[in-house]
């Protein structure tokens, strides 16, 4: 398998699908993997005409599909999960390639993972983001922790993908090293959920 896809993104429920759709809508090759192969199938099938998909049904294959530095995105189930698909990916990666962890993902376990990985000279984002599948799809609010030299390589594609304020500025930054990313969203997430009891309250 040629290494030929800038980004790769493991996890296609809802909101890995749609992230994996929007760098694929905006001129990036795409590896795009699943545990379940049937699913990955489905997405090059029904959206395949957005853009450039490489479809993957091992981890093998989906690490061999990603020019270097490699970035591969993980979109799964906070906690257990995304631990289990570390642990499948982390060997099959040389030093200086990277893992984003896009779920809302506890920060503390995040400064762990990033830890760990540091040692094998991984590099290790923890991403927030919000906007939900609409968002995911059509063009996020992004959060991206980790290393400063991470976003030297993943920042502009995820500057490309992101919503836009009005003056035309992405709404992405990097907010931080190790857990800020997820730090970040906890916090965001704790106004936003505020505001939806503000407003429930008043009605």
């Not at 493991?10 to 990036?28: D, E, K, Q």
């Not at 609409?134 to 992004?142: F, Q």
Request: hydrophobic share 40%; glycine share 14%.
């Amino acid at each position: 398998m040629s290494s030929t896809a800038q980004i790769g993104v493991t996890g296609l429920a809802v909101m890995g699908r749609n992230l994996a759709r929007n760098f694929a809508r905006n001129g990036y090759t795409v590896a795009v993997h699943n545990r379940t192969p049937s699913r990955t199938r489905a997405l090059v099938e029904e959206f395949g005409g957005e853009g450039d998909f490489v479809a993957c049904e091992s981890a093998k294959d989906f690490v061999a599909a990603l020019e270097r530095p490699r970035r591969l995105v993980v979109m799964v189930k906070a906690g257990d999960p995304t631990d289990a698909v570390i642990q499948e990916f982390a060997p099959l990666l040389e030093p200086g390639d990277m893992i984003i962890d896009g779920g809302n993902a506890h920060f503390a376990d995040t400064r762990r993972r990033e830890r760990d990985l540091r040692e094998q000279g991984i590099h290790f984002v923890g991403m927030g983001v919000s906007g939900g599948e609409e968002g995911a799809l059509n063009g996020p609010s992004i959060m991206p922790g980790g290393p400063k030299e991470s976003y030297d390589s993943l920042g502009p594609m995820l500057e490309k993908i992101s919503a836009k304020a009005a003056d035309g500025s992405p709404c992405v930054s990097h907010v931080g090293p190790d857990g800020a990313g997820h730090f970040v969203k906890m916090v965001h997430n704790g106004i936003e959920y505020a505001d939806m009891q503000l407003i429930g309250e008043a009605y």
